[in-house]
């Protein structure tokens, strides 16, 4: 299964960063990609209005640049993983946007900080424009621990193809990395119209429908773990109260679970979506504290301001 082509894996210097590739290696060999490392560098420009330019210096920031990614490479190389080394000058945010925009990577996987630290925010600049401008997938992984591996993978279902289509990622993960695989799926109760209470009426359509929601998906759950079933994969599935809050009890569930890597679609079932991702994915990466792959499934043509129709990658 070969998915991602290629892997960019972009590299600050930090430890923080270099955790990434405790799982972007394993993804790797699972589904045979390379493994793009790039580190990017300040442009001559930066540096001239900090001070008279020097190009001695910058010679060295380039030399200390590639010297820093050799080590990352030794490590790909006993992985068994084949990679490339790449130094970029200019802004990161803007060097890594436009690198996915050339199609060359189905995936890119960074830290949601890098040697800026955390701050306040889940979400640092460089990933933030990431996540809202690269039309590639993106793994995003929060600071882990030496020993980190994948055991548990939690993949949101909602009945779309989307998200099927995750899933089918997902499953291919479990097996290959001999990983649990949990199911969730987030049951909302209907929103009343307007500020007054509602009657028993309403209170009985609303029972009914979730009911009903809950039975179907239950139902495609069993259907998948039946489709799935010759694979040595122990699958669970579990429904969740949700409350309006869908991806805030996506990630509750993710975390209370110990999850070491979340799978879900860039869209759900709003198939008119014309952004890169939908509010659920979008709320849940701004939070998210365990290791989240986010799969895009659509793409935008060169010179439009909007992207195009969503469309499968089978």
């Known amino acids: 299964m070969n998915m991602f082509r290629r892997i960019l894996v972009p590299l600050d210097g930090s430890q923080t960063a270099e955790a990434v590739l405790r799982l972007a290696v394993p993804i790797a060999r699972a589904v045979g990609s390379s493994v793009e490392l790039l580190h990017v ?18 010679r060295m920031s380039s030399r200390r640049a590639h010297e820093y990614l050799a080590g990352p490479a030794r ?21 890594i946007v436009r690198i996915l925009q050339s199609g060359e990577h189905g995936l890119v996987a960074m830290t949601p900080h890098g ?6 925010l889940s979400l640092g600049c460089t990933a933030g424009a990431v996540l809202l401008h690269a039309p590639s997938s993106l793994l995003l992984v929060p600071p882990l621990p030496d020993d980190a591996r994948v055991r548990r993978i939690v993949v949101p279902v909602d009945g779309s ?47 009914h429908f979730c009911q009903a929601n809950r039975t179907a998906a239950v139902r495609f759950m069993a259907q998948l773990q039946d489709r799935h079933s010759p694979r040595d994969i122990r699958i669970e599935g579990r429904i969740l109260e949700a409350n309006g809050d869908v991806s805030g009890r996506l990630l ?45 499934d659509f793409t935008k043509p ?13």
Do not use: C, Y
């Not at 560098?41 to 910058?58: C, F, H, N, V, Y």
């Not at 490590?75 to 060097?95: D, H, K």
């Not at 989307?162 to 290959?176: G, I, P, T, V």
């Open 41 to 58: 560098i300040p442009d001559r420009k930066s540096l001239a209005r900090m001070g008279p330019e020097d190009p001695l210096d910058w």
């Open 75 to 95: 490590m790909l190389a006993e992985a068994g993983v084949a990679s490339e080394s790449r130094i970029e000058e200019g802004g990161p945010a803007e060097i």
């Open 115 to 120: 040697r800026g630290g955390t701050g306040e």
């Open 161 to 207: 193809p989307r998200a099927e289509w995750a899933m089918d990622l997902a499953f291919h993960l479990a097996d290959s990395l001999r990983a649990e695989l949990q199911l969730v799926h987030a049951l909302v109760r209907p929103n009343r119209f307007g500020i007054l209470p509602g009657d028993q009426e309403q209170d009985e359509v609303s029972r």
């Open 252 to 296: 509750e569930d993710a975390e209370a679970s110990g999850a070491d890597l979340v799978v879900l679609s860039a869209h759900g079932h709003d198939e008119s979506v014309g952004w890169r991702l939908g509010a659920v994915p979008l709320r849940f990466l701004l939070a998210a504290t365990v290791p989240t792959l986010l799969m895009q």
């Open 302 to 314: 060169k010179g439009s301001a909007r992207p195009d129709a969503p469309h499968l990658n089978r």
